[in-house]
Nanobody, 122 residues
């Protein structure tokens, strides 16, 4: 059974930090690229960050570069998103997803979690 489960969301003040975690049971976890997406109220879901199967390659949307860091631990089947210097515009539901190809396009991600809410207050 494929499962992707996010955790770590919450309420934080602007300028603060949060670390999101994603536990994935998707077969051979080390064979999957993993991504984080987010959906703000009234907006479409957007790509945030992705990491290659080995962890050697990472990619970020411009708006989070220098503030967010994606990482993974293949021994634990975990992916993380460290979010620093949070802004009100980072408020969204954050989703973790898995894909077998290198892509930002959400249509190519096969497995999705249920999402975790991140709220940044001024």
């Amino acid at each position: 059974q494929v499962q992707v489960v996010e955790s770590g969301g919450g309420l934080v003040q602007a300028g603060g930090s949060l670390r999101l975690s994603c536990a994935a049971s998707v077969g051979t976890f080390s064979g999957y690229y993993m991504g984080w997406f987010r959906q703000a109220p009234g907006k479409e879901r957007e790509f945030v960050a992705r990491i290659s199967s080995s962890g050697a390659f990472t990619d970020y949307v411009d708006s989070v570069k220098g503030r967010f860091t994606i990482s993974r631990d293949n021994a634990k089947n975990m992916v993380y998103l460290q979010m620093n210097s949070l802004k009100s515009e980072d408020t969204a539901v954050y989703y973790c997803a898995a894909t077998t190809i290198t892509t930002r396009a959400e249509r190519n991600y096969n497995y999705w979690g249920q999402g975790t809410q991140v709220t940044v207050s001024e």
